[in-house]
């Protein structure tokens, strides 16, 4: 087990792009490793890499029904709309109302190089949404809706 640092918002790390993964290697399955340690630790439904400095394109996610790791994810097609609270390990202790799809098919690598797709509905198209965001450098609070309030 090793956890990893989660940054907060005003470190540079969380707006920069992170880079497409060549090879998913022995560092890519500890990280991914270290992730899972990391977010379940924090209490966490998702994390992505660049949230522990690492600017590589790797989210993992788990809204209760089991771990779900996507490696270079890409969005490939939303429908409909959800408005609901987001909140954010490396914004911690606050929340604001966004709105995001209602359904959110990713494709995406798991960590033996298969290709596969997922679709999420509801709390997992949001949490896609808001994991794949961070792998572009933005935050929720950049689309937020409301004030962003503590929680
Ligand atoms: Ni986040």
Do not use: W
């Amino acid at each position: 087990m090793a956890l990893r640092e989660i940054v907060q918002i005003g470190e540079d790390v969380l707006r920069k792009k992170a880079k497409v993964v060549e090879k998913i290697d022995e560092k890519i399955i500890q990280l991914l490793d270290d992730m899972a340690d990391t977010m379940y630790n924090a209490d966490g439904v998702g994390l992505a890499a660049p949230q522990i400095s690492i600017l590589k394109r790797v989210v993992i996610i788990d809204i209760g029904e089991g771990l779900i790791e996507l490696i270079n994810p890409e969005i490939i097609s939303t429908s409909g709309e959800q408005t609901g609270d987001e909140g954010c390990l490396s914004v911690l202790g606050k929340s604001a109302v966004v709105t995001r799809p209602n359904v959110v098919t990713v494709r995406a690598y798991n960590r033996e190089g298969q290709l596969f797709e997922i679709t999420g509905r509801e709390l997992l198209a949001r949490a896609l949404c808001h994991e794949i965001d961070h792998l572009e450098g933005v935050l929720y609070v950049d689309r937020a809706e409301s004030e962003i309030i503590d929680i």
